[in-house]
């Protein structure tokens, strides 16, 4: 297919702006102020797992509260991403992100104040909402501020900010917790976004192409806000409905059902959604497939380091956080490394080689044992984040680089869903991959060790602890018959934990060869000089 796609030539001629006069809609200041919201949401995307124990003692709550109160959070904000940066391409970029702000610290506010866990859900849908609306804005403002030679680095900074954030989540999660309440964990967001709020009202400038749409395509959004319910709660509910179930297949075939009304819809309407010919890009449609496969990878893969590290080397959150600072670090240093590379030879080499990377650190980690010291785990975790660091900064910037900056907010948003559907997906998978194995290894290995016969219900309970590294050690068991249990449990856990590590770096594989169809966003190079450094 040619390069010169539909997509790249819609971008207009964007004029060159006077010389800016004082601090609004500076690029670099711009990245600081948007940062700062970001920040706010990646951190709490981990953080609140840390604070869900203390709020189901402290509230009362079931274990079905407590897990809405994640479900609720990751429902709204898949299922709102896209719509919201349509909304930022509307009305511009700057107020979307504002409002976005203002509403995500007032619901973790009103989170904290909450004295029934009911209170906490409905808030935490409300800030996946006003979350949607800050993240595709973010990007949409760094796409228009910056010139083509910078937004590399500019987007390498972004990921950056993400990453750290992400992996911080537990560490700050955890000090909040012990050492405050688990109502900090919600307040901090409060004295946070009156920051980001100031510098956003200071320092943002809104940008708006002439062709900006002018009007919304309602049946869309219904649709699409459908086919991404349909998807991701199935993928949610799998390990409780089971995957052969008609529940989890019946929502499976309606997102699918959605999703080709809605492909049909926007071939119909005027001003679509979602322009079908974004994806007549070849870069763009591989971006987006790219950054679903690194989401399946990553975020798959490190939620069973968790299990990992807390519940087989026993250590505490903070401990296990800390264990992590390698993948964190690696993801701050190499993020604006990152946005450097691609800058000068673009970002196929830097993704097809952050890739293999990637699956070769989902190789070592499938060789993880209950023996493994820190040394080791270490350099896992470093290679991991060496590696999706390119691939943070470079699939964002094909994706919205190659859409017309007057849909930037749909690019991000498209950039975002992706990253949530893919983590959906690998997390579900791979907890289904998980939980297979552990079924049919768990009844041998107990027989082995010698250890008393289990009713089908009990052995059924047991998989399910086992699955996430627990030992299912009754009360009153003797020391020696519970210590036999504990080895049982986690050598069965490793050896789950081992196969979907290496389904990821299958994944991780197949993400490299896809990267090879990427390239410059070429409608950032149309739009070299909205902004002056």
Same mark, same amino acid.
């Given at each position: 297919m040619s390069s010169q796609t539909p997509v790249a030539q819609s971008a207009p001629e964007?004029?060159?702006?006077?010389?800016?006069?004082?601090?609004? *809609?500076?690029?670099?200041?711009?990245?600081?102020?948007?940062?700062?919201?970001?920040?706010?949401?990646?951190?709490?995307?981990?953080?609140?797992?840390?604070?869900?124990?203390?709020?189901?003692?402290?509230?009362n709550a079931s274990l079905a509260d407590v897990q809405?109160?994640?479900?609720?959070?990751?429902?709204?904000?898949?299922?709102?991403?896209?719509?919201?940066?349509?909304?930022?391409?509307?009305?511009g970029h700057r107020q979307t992100f504002l409002i976005g702000i203002v509403g995500f610290a007032a619901a973790s506010g009103a989170i904290g104040f909450s004295k029934e866990v009911t209170f906490v859900?409905?808030?935490?849908?409300?800030?996946?909402? @006003?979350?949607?609306l800050l993240m595709p804005a973010a990007l949409g403002l760094l796409r228009a501020t910056f010139p083509a030679e910078k937004l590399n680095m500019a987007i390498g900074i972004w990921g950056m900010v993400i990453g750290a954030s992400t992996a911080g989540g537990p560490i700050v999660g955890g000090l909040l917790v012990e050492h405050v309440s688990w109502q900090s964990v919600f307040f901090i967001n409060v004295p946070v976004g009156v920051l980001a709020l100031v510098l956003g009202l200071v320092i943002l400038k809104d940008h708006r192409a002439a062709n900006a749409p002018r009007s919304f395509d309602i049946p869309g959004i219904v649709l699409l806000s459908g086919a991404m319910f349909?998807?991701?709660?199935p993928l949610i509910k799998a390990s409780e409905w089971g995957w052969g179930s008609m529940q989890t297949w019946g929502f499976l075939i309606g997102s699918v059902v959605l999703f080709a009304l809605f492909a049909l819809l926007e071939t119909k309407v005027r001003?679509?959604?979602?322009?079908?010919?974004?994806?007549?890009?070849?870069?763009?449609?591989a971006?987006?497939?790219?950054?679903?496969?690194?989401? @399946?990878?990553?975020? *798959?893969?490190?939620?069973?380091?968790?299990?990992?590290?807390?519940?087989?080397?026993?250590?505490s959150p903070v401990d296990s956080g800390l264990h992590l600072l390698p993948l964190t670090g690696m993801m701050i240093v190499g993020s604006p490394l990152a946005g450097a590379l691609i800058t000068k030879f673009g970002p196929r080499i830097p993704l097809v080689g952050g890739m293999v990377l990637t699956a070769v650190a989902m190789y070592g980690m499938s060789g993880l044992d209950t023996e493994t010291g820190t040394v080791l785990m270490s350099i896992w975790f470093a290679l991991l984040g060496l590696g999706l660091a390119p691939v943070m900064v470079g699939a964002t910037e094909v994706i919205v680089g190659n859409a017309?900056?007057?849909?930037?907010?749909?690019?991000?948003?498209?950039?975002?869903?992706?990253?949530?559907?893919?983590?959906?997906? *690998?997390?579900?998978?791979?907890?289904a991959v998980m939980a297979s194995r552990v079924e049919n290894d768990l009844p041998g290995n107990w027989k082995d060790a010698g250890l008393p016969a289990v009713d089908p219900k009990q052995l059924s309970q047991a998989s399910d602890a086992v699955s996430a590294g627990f030992a299912p050690v009754p009360p009153n068991t003797p020391p020696v018959i519970g210590q036999k249990i504990v080895a049982v449990a986690h050598?069965?856990?490793?050896?789950?934990?081992?196969?979907?590590?290496?389904?990821?770096?299958?994944?991780?594989v197949v993400a490299a060869v896809v990267a090879l169809f990427t390239k410059r966003g070429e409608n950032a190079e149309a739009g070299a000089g909205v902004g002056h450094i």
């Open positions: 964007l004029p060159v702006p006077e010389p800016r006069k004082g601090l609004r *809609g500076h690029p670099w200041l711009t990245l600081f102020s948007v940062a700062i919201g970001v920040m706010m949401v990646a951190l709490d995307g981990t953080i609140v797992a840390i604070a869900n124990p203390a709020i189901k003692q402290d509230l809405w109160i994640t479900n609720g959070y990751m429902l709204a904000l898949a299922i709102a991403l896209i719509t919201a940066g349509k909304l930022g391409d509307r009305f859900v409905v808030f935490r849908v409300l800030q996946g909402l @006003f979350g949607a349909c998807l991701i709660w001003e679509p959604l979602i322009p079908l010919r974004m994806f007549r890009s070849v870069p763009l449609t971006g987006t497939v790219l950054m679903v496969l690194m989401a @399946f990878a990553f975020m *798959g893969g490190l939620f069973f380091v968790t299990f990992y590290l807390q519940n087989v080397h026993g250590m017309p900056l007057e849909l930037s907010g749909v690019a991000g948003g498209l950039q975002q869903a992706a990253m949530q559907v893919g983590g959906s997906l *690998g997390t579900a998978v791979l907890g050598d069965t856990f490793i050896s789950g934990m081992g196969l979907a590590f290496a389904v990821a770096c299958g994944v991780a």
